[in-house]
C-alpha cells in the first residue's frame, strides 16, 4: 500500500489548462463568428454555411439557392436584347411551363447543350431523329444534367427556331435598315415601345400574371408559328428579359431600374 506509483503525464483530454497548439482554418472552410468578436472559426464548427455575398431583397423568399440569387440579382428584370440571347429565354420559358424556374434554370447548361447554344440556325436545321435522340434517358447523368423530357417541349424549340427564320426573311425582303440587335429582337421589344416599361406595382399588391401586352405578344407569336407562348409565359418572358421591369414600387432594384431609365434619357453632353 505505501509503494509508489509511476507518474503518468495526463492527456490533452484530462488537461483543460494545458494549451494546445494553434490549427488555422482552411479558405474554404472560415466564416465568421460576430458572437466571438470577430474570431475566425470553420464553418464545420460553426454548423454555419459562409454568408451570401448578395444583400437582402424582396426575392429572397423566392430565391433560396445561390444560382437563384445570382440569376434575380444579375439576370431578371435587366435589359436583354439580340435574336440568340431572346430565342433562348423565350424557349426557356416554354421549357418551364407546369415547373418551376428554378428547375429549368438548374438545367439550363443542359439545354444549351442539347440545342447547340441556342443557335437559331443549327436550331431550324434539327431533324426528327435529333429530336427524337433527346427524349431518351440518361442513366449515368445527374438531373441538372438533363433537359426535361417532353416530347412537345423539345419539338417546340426547333420550331421557334424556324418561326423566328421565316420573320428575319420576311423582315428583310422589306428592306429597310438591319435592326441593331437583330430582327426578333425588334419585333419583341416593339411590344413595349423600344424602352423597359417600368412597372408601379407597390410592395404587398397581388402580382398579375398576364398583362395586355402579354396577351397581344402571345397572339401574334402563336399566329407566327411559335408554340409554348402563352400570355403567362410572354409575361414571365417580358419580366426576366427586361421588357417590364416588377420589382415592387420603392424596393432598392426598383429605384436603381428607374435611376437606369432616367441616365438614359439624359441628354449626352459633348466635351469641348
Known amino acids: 500500500p505505501n509503494r509508489k506509483r509511476a507518474k503518468v503525464a495526463p492527456s490533452a483530454a484530462a488537461a483543460p489548462n494545458r494549451k494546445r497548439a494553434k490549427v488555422l482554418p482552411t479558405a474554404r472552410g472560415q466564416a465568421w ?10 464553418a464545420q464548427q460553426t ?20 444560382m437563384m ?15 440568340q440571347p ?14 418551376s424556374w428554378a428547375t429549368i434554370l438548374t438545367k439550363r447548361e ?4 442539347a440545342f447547340h447554344g441556342f443557335d437559331i440556325s443549327k436550331c431550324a436545321a434539327m431533324t426528327a431523329e435529333e429530336e427524337a435522340a433527346l427524349l431518351e434517358p440518361q442513366p449515368s447523368a445527374l438531373p441538372a444534367e438533363q433537359i426535361v423530357r417532353n416530347r412537345l417541349k423539345i419539338a417546340s424549340v426547333p420550331r ?14 422589306a428592306g429597310g435598315r438591319e435592326p441593331a440587335h437583330g430582327h426578333f429582337d425588334k419585333f419583341i421589344w416593339d411590344f413595349v415601345g423600344g424602352q423597359p416599361q417600368l412597372n408601379q406595382r407597390a410592395k404587398g399588391e397581388p402580382w398579375p400574371s ?14 407566327r408559328g411559335f ?3 402563352g400570355s403567362t409565359s410572354c409575361y414571365s418572358f417580358m419580366q426576366s428579359c427586361g421588357l417590364i421591369i416588377d420589382h415592387p414600387k420603392g424596393s432598392p432594384q426598383w429605384v436603381a431600374a428607374q435611376q437606369r431609365l432616367q441616365r438614359r434619357s439624359e441628354p449626352t453632353k459633348v466635351k469641348r
Open 110 to 113: 443542359a439545354y444549351r447543350r
Open 227 to 229: 408554340a409554348f407562348v
Open 47 to 66: 454548423h454555419a454555411a459562409p454568408s451570401s455575398p448578395w444583400p437582402a431583397a424582396w426575392f429572397d423568399i423566392y430565391a433560396k439557392s445561390e
Open 210 to 223: 398576364t398583362s395586355a401586352v402579354s396577351e397581344e405578344m402571345s397572339v401574334e407569336l402563336k399566329r
Open 86 to 99: 431572346l430565342f433562348e429565354k423565350l424557349c426557356l420559358e416554354g421549357a418551364q411551363a407546369g415547373l
Open 160 to 173: 421557334n427556331a424556324r418561326a423566328i427564320v421565316r420573320l428575319i426573311e420576311q423582315a428583310e425582303a
Open 33 to 42: 463568428n460576430e458572437a466571438g468578436a470577430g474570431k475566425i472559426e470553420t
Open 69 to 83: 440569387k445570382r440569376y434575380m440579382h444579375e439576370e431578371w428584370g435587366f435589359e436583354k436584347r439580340g435574336d
